[in-house]
């Protein structure tokens, strides 16, 4: 191979090849969004976190983003697409809420059966509980990345004027 030759994806195909590998990684995320959303709606009703009108927001944020996601599969224009980005923030919103609720309600139970305890040692004993899981709603969080991932960059987010500059260059 002598030093002016390009690789054949460089030269040849190289944007299509491109593009599929693009298009493949993002079904990919939106296959495991969809498989992790499901199992943690699932597991929420098993768990019957149905207790209050906090416990309600991730399964109402699961229902809502299959809705906005069976939207977005029908029409893939700019609105559908920000309607998943602002899905996905909830997601992460919900999760960090539910984090500090989860370490709320383990710090109550804590401090019920062992009053003196403060500080470091209380933090550590409500994290590491096992009831109620101060880390599980950090699911909603990752989720909501994996959702915003699969939306960087997303082709309906640019418009036809800009696609256009783009096969200028």
Not at 134 to 155: C, D, E, F, K, N
């Amino acid at each position: 191979m002598n030093q002016h030759s390009a690789p054949v994806s460089r030269t040849t195909g190289g944007r299509s090849d491109e593009n599929k590998t693009v298009s493949m990684l993002r079904t990919m995320l939106l296959a495991i969004f969809l498989l992790g959303s499901v199992g943690s709606g699932v597991e929420l009703l098993l768990l019957n976190h149905l207790e209050s009108l906090l416990q309600w927001i991730p399964l109402v944020l699961i229902l809502l983003s299959f809705c906005v996601l069976g939207w977005h599969a029908v029409r893939g224009n700019t609105a559908s697409t920000r309607a998943v980005q602002g899905t996905m923030v909830a997601f992460i919103a919900a999760g960090l809420a539910g984090v500090y609720f989860h370490h709320q309600g383990s710090v109550e139970f804590k401090l019920e059966s062992n009053p003196s305890m403060a500080g470091w040692q209380l933090f550590w004993q409500a994290i590491r509980s096992k009831t109620p899981p101060a880390l599980a709603p950090g699911v909603m969080i990752q989720l909501g990345l994996i959702g915003l991932a699969y939306t960087y960059r997303h082709p309906a987010l640019f418009t036809s004027t800009e696609i256009e500059l783009d096969k200028g260059e």
